[in-house]
């Protein structure tokens, strides 16, 4: 053989192997781009979170639901959370009434009984937090309250939620429970409007729950009673039945549920379920 020939040959060599690779390269494209374009229309088979999920939550809910809610937004852009907070009794009434609501988180099972009763759930509640009582007093508490029976000191201006409220509720139970009976110079709707009457300087003290006297800060004093674990609240959350944007709303209930939201949750004084 002439070395022209083997020069010819191994030319002949070398393109063959260069149109191998080029071949395994191709296939290795084309599967790369089978994955990809499987992978988008995994993607697209769940679609982006959007519209407005309004929110019927227990008063003592405000501030940690409205972080939660903003933190939603962020996660999740083109949506938007609003909220109605109140008395847990007057939310359900509004909620049978056919108020347009997505969720309800009421501050005990009773009133969240109220909504599945009357059917307009969608699925069982779940129980998310839990909060206890606990005493607000002014600022240096001078009426140097340090007990549940100190409440019943004549002279004392004491506020009560109304006994249809869930923290009425509570503290009916935990006076109950203590043998007390107590009068006090207002009942009020909600837990806010109770603390309100404190931070006014239009009473003296009132029972409320933790969560409340510590969103407060310096503007009440908080004094624990034993007798308030005798009155843990359980609160329930529901996706309603009427839901405009169902899929959105149980992406808030879950992120109230998900760690993230037990921390924030937590941060404000409630319990673990």
């Known amino acids: 053989m002439t070395p022209s020939v ?7 060599e070398l393109a063959g192997a260069g149109a191998a690779a080029l071949l395994t390269l191709s296939a290795c494209s084309s599967s790369s781009g089978s994955s990809d374009t499987a992978s988008g229309t995994s993607g697209s088979a769940s679609p982006e979170l959007s519209g407005t999920v309004t929110v019927f939550a227990a008063a003592s809910l405000q501030e940690s639901f409205t972080a939660l809610g903003k933190e939603f937004e962020q996660q999740h852009p083109g ?33 969240m009984a109220t909504v599945t009763n009357a059917k307009d759930t969608a699925g069982a509640p779940v129980t998310f937090v839990r909060n206890q009582l606990e005493i607000a007093t002014l600022p240096g508490n001078p009426g140097k309250v340090a007990s549940l029976k100190d409440l019943t000191e004549p002279g004392l201006k004491v506020v009560l939620c109304d006994r249809t409220v869930p923290c009425g509720a509570a503290a009916q139970k935990a006076l109950d429970a203590s043998h007390l009976k107590l009068t006090p110079v207002s009942y009020e709707q909600d837990v806010k409007a109770a603390l309100n009457k404190v931070e006014l300087k239009e009473a003296d003290a009132a029972v409320v729950y933790k969560t409340d006297v510590h969103a407060a800060g310096d503007k009440v004093e908080g004094v624990e009673f034993p007798e308030s674990a005798e009155a843990v609240n359980d609160y329930p959350i529901a996706l309603l039945k009427n839901a405009g944007h169902a899929e959105t709303a149980k992406a808030f209930i879950a992120l109230v549920r998900s760690a993230e939201g037990q921390r924030v949750l937590g941060q404000a004084g409630f319990l673990k379920p």
Do not use: E, H, Q, Y
């Open 79 to 111: 949506t938007k959370v609003t909220f109605s907070f109140g008395g847990s009794d007057t939310l359900a009434a509004s909620i049978t009434g056919g108020a347009p609501a997505d969720v309800f988180a009421a501050a005990s099972p009773r009133t």
């Open 6 to 12: 083997r020069r010819t040959r191994r030319m002949l």
